[in-house]
């Protein structure tokens, strides 16, 4: 088959468009991407350092109530303060991009110029078409490298916003968890006060209230009552008084008389 039946031009043209689109797709991982990742990486940063100085403010400053509320509360706190300190390490990992990025060129953009000439001394044909293969390969593979690596630190950084969303929970849990015993700790401790009031108000019942209002008295001198304890014995004369005692004889009202024996 003659040479010229093949269609050198439109392969070339077709070499240079597949080019073009490979190099969008490698400064898109190798720039944009990159760049998303670690400006979302950094927020996270952001985020567990809030949390944990949102942590050790409350720590501060409800550390007693904590460590009174029991074993499920104090676990809960640990868990939340863990996690935000892992989600922060893990943020410190995946920034750096451990893999790294991959160029384009093995060691310098020389290498495709020496094959250049190289292929021109030795009188080759189509010389053009052999570059852009050769750029279009490594391109792809460049590309390919940089895609893995983004993805690792993709998953990182998902991994890292699960957990931090996992702090956040058991904090609001052990928030609430914590305010309930306190609420119940203050209802028991109402409860003992009251019925300590109830028992000493019935040790004790004799104690009249002291504001209780008097009750009204008139304004008039108080009289001196009964002399003596015993009433007078008054005798007939169809008894025997004894000494001491006063007789009232019959027929006292029709001028009879008192003698006293």
């Not at 029991?70 to 410190?92: D, E, K, P, Y």
């Not at 699960?162 to 929970?169: G, K, T």
Request: proline share 5%; glycine share 4%.
């Amino acid at each position: 088959m003659p040479e010229t039946d093949f269609n050198y031009d439109d392969y070339a043209k077709s070499l240079e468009k597949i080019l073009t689109m490979t190099e969008k797709d490698y400064w898109a991982q190798y720039i944009d991407v990159n760049r998303h990742q670690v400006n979302v990486a950094k927020t996270y940063l952001w985020v567990a350092a809030a949390l944990l100085g949102a942590y050790a403010a409350l720590y501060s400053q409800y550390k007693n109530a904590v460590l009174s509320s029991g074993v499920l509360v104090i676990s809960l706190v640990v868990i939340s303060i863990l996690s935000a300190v892992t989600a922060f390490g893990l943020c410190l990992y995946a920034i750096p991009a451990r893999k790294g990025y991959k160029s384009i060129a093995e060691v310098s953009w020389g290498e495709f110029s020496e094959q250049a000439h190289s292929m021109l001394s030795e009188k080759r044909k189509n010389l053009y078409i052999s570059v852009l293969t050769k750029l279009a390969d490594r391109v792809d593979i460049s590309t390919y490298h940089n895609v893995r690596t983004n993805e690792k630190r993709a998953k990182l950084l998902r991994i890292t916003s699960w957990i931090l969303i996992i702090s956040f929970f058991f904090s609001i849990i052990s928030a609430i968890t914590l305010s309930f015993s306190k609420l119940d700790i203050s209802i028991t401790t109402k409860k003992e006060v009251i019925m300590n009031n109830d028992n000493n108000t019935t040790s004790n019942p004799s104690e009249a209230p002291q504001n209780q209002p008097t009750a009204d008295k008139p304004d008039v001198p108080k009289p001196a009552g009964p002399i003596g304890t015993l009433p007078p014995n008054y005798t007939t004369h169809a008894e025997e008084p004894p000494k001491g005692t006063i007789r009232v004889t019959e027929g006292l009202e029709k001028g009879g008389e008192t003698k006293k024996e």
